[in-house]
T-cell receptor, first 114, second 112 residues
Framework: SQTIHQWPATLVQPVGSPLSLECTVEGTSNPNLYWYRQAAGRGLQLLFYSVGIGQISSEVPQNLSASRPQDRQFILSSKKLLLSDSGFYLC?????????????FGDGTRLSIL | GDSVTQMEGPVTLSEEAFLTINCTYT??????LFWYVQYPGEGLQLLLK?????DKGSNKGFEATYRKETTSFHLEKGSVQVSDSAVYFC???????????FGKGTLLTVNP
């Protein structure tokens, strides 16, 4: 069966520091991968998605970036964190490009910027 | 573009009460529809799905029917439990666009 792992679970970082959040998927190949942010008490905002190695699409302008160095690995990064980057970050995957396939989410990373 | 509108709540019910969370959508073509649940401090879990008109998705006592004529996918449960307390998200995936469009979520609190 397929599993998705995100780490770390929680992170406290000072403003201006770098960021690297990692997500890996097991048990499937060539998944679509997604990064979402969920601000406190609000819905989900899609940040990036990827349909293959090295293929990244950005949904919103921001100081975050994403990379997919391997088929089942998705990394969210920042060179300098802002206070507004605080939130709950969720990684997700889905099968192929068929629209009727659901997305499956990791347990999330709670990021606090001080 | 695609959009999902769901009652924002919060919804507070007593144990064993009947639950309805309304969800309506706007999409071109024939989207697939989903309900996700998020328990406190956790990621989202797929609760149920429906991929074509008149399909009924069901799981853990929850049900939702894909109504194309009213563009709705309302979530229902006949008797809620305290353990059902969570945020519920309605979502759609449409056409060749494999991105999900989410509603804003509905917080459900069930009291004993």
């Amino acid at each position: 069966s397929q599993t998705i792992h995100q780490w770390p679970a929680t992170l406290v970082q000072p403003v201006g520091s770098p960021l690297s959040l990692e997500c890996t998927v097991e048990g499937t190949s060539n998944p679509n991968l997604y990064w979402y942010r969920q601000a406190a008490g609000r819905g989900l905002q899609l940040l990036f998605y990827s349909v293959g190695i090295g293929q990244i699409s950005s949904e919103v302008p921001q100081n975050l970036s994403a990379s997919r160095p391997q088929d089942r690995q998705f990394i969210l990064s920042s060179k300098k964190l802002l206070l507004s980057d605080s939130g709950f970050y969720l990684c997700a995957w889905s099968e192929g490009i068929q629209s009727n396939q659901p997305q499956h989410f990791g347990d999330g990373t709670r990021l606090s910027i001080l | 573009g695609d959009s999902v509108t769901q009652m924002e709540g919060p919804v507070t019910l007593s144990e064993e009460a009947f639950l309805t969370i309304n969800c309506t959508y706007t999409a071109t073509g024939y989207p697939s529809l989903f309900w996700y649940v998020q328990y406190p401090g956790e990621g989202l879990q797929l609760l149920l799905k429906a991929t074509k008109a008149d399909d009924k998705g069901s799981n853990k006592g929850f049900e939702a029917t894909y109504r194309k004529e009213t563009t709705s996918f309302h979530l229902e449960k006949g008797s809620v439990q305290v353990s059902d307390s969570a945020v519920y998200f309605c979502a759609l995936s449409g056409g060749s666009n494999y991105k999900l469009t989410f509603g804003k979520g509905t917080l459900l609190t069930v009291n004993p």
